[in-house]
């Protein structure tokens, strides 16, 4: 992509502003999520409690607390390539699709804290 076509890229999307509404939600909402679960991570020598599983003879899967900072980089990287996925889309004039795409994310990281912050509860108690 030269220049002119990421400025006019920058230019349609500033000019629609309910779509840039949802693009800083969408990007708020991922800084939010990524902050909270990388406050959440304590360190610690032990292991912790990472994995529970209704299969096998073991529940519950224990490994080394660095584990569990793949939650707040999960946050970054769905924040990241979802926000071009969506300017990418709205260029291309599928505005309804990235307008789902960033509704779809934000529930995404609903569901997501709460699942990160339930296995954080299990892990740090």
Request: zero cysteines; aromatic letters at 12%.
């Amino acid at each position: 992509m030269s220049r002119e076509d990421i400025k006019l890229s920058i230019k349609r999307v500033m000019t629609d502003r309910p779509f840039l509404l949802l693009l800083a939600a969408v990007i708020v909402s991922g800084v939010v999520y990524t902050a909270i679960t990388g406050f959440s991570l304590q360190v610690r020598d032990a292991q912790v409690y990472s994995r529970v599983s209704a299969f096998g003879e073991q529940h519950f899967y224990k490994d080394h607390w660095q584990y569990l900072a793949g939650f707040a980089l999960f946050g970054a990287a769905v924040t990241i390539i979802h926000t071009m996925l969506m300017i990418k889309l709205h260029n291309l004039e599928r505005r309804q699709t990235a307008l789902l795409l960033g509704y779809a994310t934000i529930v995404i990281f609903v569901i997501s804290l709460g699942y990160a912050l339930s296995i954080m509860r299990l892990a740090f108690r």
